[in-house]
């Protein structure tokens, strides 16, 4: 097609449109459209003057909810009446002049801006009313004006073929269209499942969690099962790409292979579950949030969120802290000097020490003992348990230093600082 060729048509189609505007039968189209239009705005009108609910807002009383619905909605009242009276213009202009494409045109934009409308007001998830206006329009404005079908069919036979696999541009609008939807069910499924199953207190933690990753896995492959039936793909004609994805998963996705194998395993032998406090080989340190399929998540006293791969659990060492049993022992030291009443020390800490209401007496009640003859005092050590570990708001060990150090003065102890005698010896020259 040159440009003489679009030149010619041009023209042509211009005549046909001032033929149509000059026409007897696009005259009587267009009165028809404004008729209907005023009569639509008229009956409204007359509604609000005979009907309550669309005249006063509505006060607190029975059925106080529907009827502020009603009295929402009237707005739309009129573009649903502009559509019932186009129908009827539609009719009415056929057995007269025998056409009505005009009108049938109002129509649809008039159906559009009324789903417009409904969209707007009634849907409020971003995800869903940006489907709906950004798919749903265009589709329904393709149907309306019986575009659809042909648009259907161009982006049908734009297409490439490998082997049996044939994928279309159709197919992939249809892929990107229903796949949003389907994950975005799929991820609100999956929320309101895991929720479900975690709340079950009558089942054992670590099987919660365990049934909460099983069923993740399982929704996701009914979907992406699903998305595949929306493709067209049938499932045998996957089996060309077997032997790639198996290589993929040996190579490239060997790691991430690992860490979802890693993640059953940990689920399955209960050696962590949520809550519990571990403790990396690293030395970092936090609670237990999440068992996700590739990570696990701990969760630190100062706020950090630290990302563990589940492989680490399963390779390296780690200390949970509170896998089987929340009480813990803890010990410091302290020194005292070398002048002080080194015998009456351990009574007057532990006497101190036990009345912290976060320190037990059993397993063990709280311990003062020698450790060692330092080189500026005397060292102690202090041993004693508690419920729940000694970070973040449980600082007990910061509480009790504080004991001591009032303890120990007020029974004239002291605490040593290191010193040295120097002494200055003068030689003879």
């Known amino acids: 097609m040159n440009l003489e060729t679009i030149k010619i048509e041009a023209l042509e189609l211009l005549e046909t449109i001032m033929a149509w505007a000059v026409s007897p039968q696009f005259y009587v189209q267009v009165a028809a459209i404004i008729v209907a239009i005023i009569l639509a705005w008229f009956v409204f009108r007359l509604l609000r003057q005979q009907v309550s609910f669309f005249r006063n ?3 607190p009383g029975p059925i106080y909810q529907l009827r502020k619905q009603i009295f929402g909605v ?6 649903v009446l502009c559509v019932l009276f186009l129908g009827i213009a539609i009719q009415v202009v056929l057995s007269t002049v025998n056409q009505a494409w005009l009108v049938k045109i109002a129509q649809s934009l008039a159906v559009v801006i009324l789903l417009y409308s409904l969209i707007t007001r009634f849907i409020k998830n971003p995800f869903i009313n940006g489907m709906f206006r950004w798919v749903g329009i265009p589709l329904a404005t393709l149907h309306v004006f019986g575009w659809l079908d042909n648009v259907v069919t161009y982006l049908d036979g734009v297409a490439f073929q490998a082997g049996n696999i044939k994928v279309s541009a159709y197919a992939l609008a249809r892929v990107a269209i229903f796949g949003s939807i389907l994950f975005w069910l ?13 709340g079950r207190d009558g089942i054992d933690i670590r099987t919660r969690e365990l049934f909460a990753k099983l069923f993740e896995i399982g929704l996701f492959l009914v979907i992406f099962m699903l ?4 493709v067209g793909l049938e ?3 996957l089996a060309v790409f077997g032997g790639a994805l198996g290589v993929g998963l040996g190579f490239g996705l060997q790691q991430i292979a690992s860490n979802f194998i890693s993640g059953i395993i940990i689920l399955l032998d209960h050696s962590i579950s949520v809550g519990d406090y571990i403790e990396l080989e690293n030395g970092k340190t936090g609670i237990l949030q999440e068992l996700n399929m590739r990570s696990s998540t701990l969760k630190t006293f100062d706020g950090k ?3 563990v791969p589940n492989e680490q659990f399963i390779t390296t060492a780690f200390t949970n802290w509170t896998h089987q049993d929340t009480l813990q022992r ?9 002048d002080s009443d080194i015998p009456k020390v351990p009574g007057v800490i532990v006497e101190a020490i036990r009345k912290h209401p976060q320190v037990l007496e059993e397993p063990e009640e709280p311990d003062c003992e020698i450790r060692e003859f330092g080189e500026s005092g005397v060292v102690f050590g202090v041993e004693y348990w508690m419920d729940g570990i000694d970070d973040g708001v449980n600082r007990v060990e910061a509480d009790l230093l504080m004991i001591i150090w009032v303890a120990l003065k007020k029974n004239n102890i002291q605490i040593p600082f290191p010193h040295r005698d120097v002494r200055i010896i003068q030689g003879v020259i």
């Open 74 to 79: 009237q707005n739309l009242v009129p573009q």
């Open 330 to 338: 803890y010990d410091f030291e302290f020194s005292v000097s070398y």
């Open 235 to 237: 499932l045998t004609a």
């Open 305 to 307: 969120t630290i990302v």
């Open 186 to 198: 799929g991820k609100i499924s999956n929320n309101a499942g895991q929720k479900a199953i975690r």
């Open 227 to 230: 998305l595949l039936q929306v």
């Open 57 to 59: 807002e509505p006060q």
